[in-house]
């Protein structure tokens, strides 16, 4: 059984940081590639930022050196460390876990709110 429960969403100013996480249940989390997506209302999902198995990451570029993602596979969890954050950062966060080599198959979080806005 799979869960993933993402946390440290909120209210934050512009220019400000925020650290999401993500804590995995269920899986062989060093055998899987992590990813950060968002969604804003009425928009489609958008892939943030990924970090494989083997420690690659990867970042949409509208965050490009504002987001940071890593894991600690010690404690089967990923973060997205969220630098100068602008209001169009604002939208649901959610996890997702692919096992390398299976791009078919990925499970899902429920999803944070981050919400940039002074």
């Known amino acids: 059984q799979v869960k993933l429960v993402e946390s440290g969403g909120g209210l934050v100013q512009p220019g400000g940081s925020l650290r999401l996480s993500c804590a995995a249940r269920?899986?062989?989390?060093?055998?899987?590639?992590m990813g950060w997506y968002r969604r804003t209302p009425g928009k489609q999902r958008e892939l943030v930022a990924t970090?494989?198995?083997?420690?690659?990451?990867n970042y949409v570029g509208s965050v490009k050196g504002r987001f940071t993602v890593s894991r600690d596979n010690a404690k089967n969890t990923v973060y997205l460390q969220m630098n100068s954050l602008k209001p169009e950062d604002t939208a649901v966060y959610y996890c997702?876990?692919?096992?390398?080599?299976?791009?078919?198959?990925?499970?899902w979080g429920k999803g944070t709110l981050v919400t940039v806005s002074s």
């Open positions: 269920g899986i062989i989390f060093s055998g899987y590639d």
């Open positions: 997702n876990a692919n096992p390398s080599g299976l791009p078919g198959m990925n499970y």
């Open positions: 970090i494989t198995s083997g420690g690659s990451r």
